[in-house]
């Protein structure tokens, strides 16, 4: 069946801009995650929802980041005024919570010039 | 402060060789999870460990979580070129940290050459 798909797969914007990155999850699946991976290093939590709500929020590095699952499946990460330091590749991953074994999507790589 | 220290961070060998690779904390997981990586894609889940002393075999792989659940290793026989990757442990339930929160080491990157 069909994995993690993530879009873009590439964005690149200017400092200040806004930006929405997309996750779609294994169907079925009622947990989903949000990692940043910066270059070298392992992913970094942001987020955990299940089902609609946000059941850990505590990775969003400040208050410019936020992301919603409205319906329980798709989930959109927004970040607004982007940074330099924003630019990573942003992995979504998604799970059924049984041994809390989470699937990856391949990421979208954020530029920010 | 890196809550999962991973070591050694980068380790290149010959095919045929074998190789450990380690994953040490202080603080104790509920369960400990291996992941591989290729660039480009997103972590591939290998292995889940989620009982002291336990060790669980993947063909040549060869996973360990410390009895005290706040270490483990990852053991690779003869390694082959296809093991080339980045290789990510992963606990869930650290210090009282919620469930479904996974804290990563920071990888090792291994290169076997031919």
């Known amino acids: 069946g069909a994995g993690v798909s993530q879009t873009p797969s590439n964005k690149v914007t200017e400092k200040g801009k806004y930006v929405e990155l997309r996750c779609d999850p294994i169907?079925?699946?009622?947990?989903l995650y949000w990692y940043r991976q910066s270059l070298g290093q392992g992913p970094e939590f942001l987020i955990y929802?299940?089902?609609?709500?946000?059941?850990?929020d505590s990775g969003l590095p400040n208050d410019r980041f936020f992301a919603v699952r409205p319906e329980g499946s798709v989930s959109t990460l927004k970040i607004q005024r982007t940074e330099r330091g924003d630019s990573a590749v942003y992995l979504c991953?998604?799970?059924?919570?049984?041994?809390?074994?989470?699937?990856f999507g391949p990421g979208t790589r954020l530029t920010v010039l | 402060t890196q809550l999962l220290e991973q070591s050694p961070q980068f380790l290149s060998i010959q095919e045929g060789e074998n190789l450990t690779v380690y994953c040490n904390s202080s603080?104790?997981?509920?369960?400990l999870q291996w992941y591989r990586q290729e660039p480009g894609e997103g972590p591939v889940l290998l292995v889940t460990?989620?009982?002291?002393?336990e060790v669980k075999k993947l063909k040549r792989l060869t996973f360990q979580f410390g009895d005290a659940r706040k270490d483990s290793s990852l053991h690779i026989t003869a390694a082959q070129t296809g093991d080339t990757g980045l290789y990510l442990c992963?606990?869930?339930?650290?210090?009282?940290?919620?469930?479904?929160?996974?804290?990563f080491g920071q990888g090792t990157i291994l290169t076997v050459h031919p």
């Open positions: 991953a998604s799970s059924t919570g049984l041994y809390n074994e989470q699937f």
């Open positions: 169907s079925g699946h009622t947990a």
């Open positions: 929802f299940q089902g609609t709500g946000a059941a850990d």
């Open positions: 603080s104790v997981f509920s369960s």
């Open positions: 460990v989620v009982t002291g002393g």
């Open positions: 992963a606990g869930e339930g650290a210090g009282g940290t919620s469930y479904g929160k996974l804290t």
